[in-house]
């Protein structure tokens, strides 16, 4: 069973910075794409950053040049590093893998997500 753990969410103020990470329970995890989503209250989950295995990365316009995903292998996991906060970045942040398996079948995982509220 693959788990995503999240941590380092928080209260800050706009302006400040906050470094999200991802732990993984995955065999495979250097194989595999890593995504951040995030979902504000009342909105969808969207997609903010993604990695790739080869390390290629991918970004929502409203987050270039604020967040930055980074992976550390070795430690099985994932990092969004989020910089000039605010208050609209306010949401729940998710991690989320989603890979074919050596059966087939898509696979697909979501961790509990952590609380980022910027105030104004």
């Known amino acids: 069973q693959v788990q995503l753990v999240e941590s380092g969410g928080g209260l800050v103020q706009a302006g400040g910075s906050l470094r999200l990470s991802c732990a993984a329970s995955?065999?495979?995890?250097?194989?595999?794409?890593i995504g951040w989503y995030r979902q504000a209250p009342g909105k969808q989950r969207d997609l903010v950053a993604f990695?790739?295995?080869?390390?290629?990365?991918n970004y929502a316009d409203s987050v270039k040049g604020r967040f930055i995903i980074s992976r550390d292998n070795g430690q099985n996991t994932v990092y969004l590093q989020i910089n000039s906060l605010k208050p609209e970045d306010t949401a729940v942040y998710y991690c989320?893998?989603?890979?074919?398996?050596?059966?087939?079948?898509?696979?697909?995982?979501w961790g509990q997500g952590t609380q980022v509220t910027v105030s104004s």
């Open positions: 990695i790739s295995s080869g390390f290629s990365t």
């Open positions: 995955i065999s495979t995890f250097s194989d595999i794409g």
């Open positions: 989320n893998v989603h890979f074919v398996g050596p059966d087939g079948n898509e696979y697909d995982y």
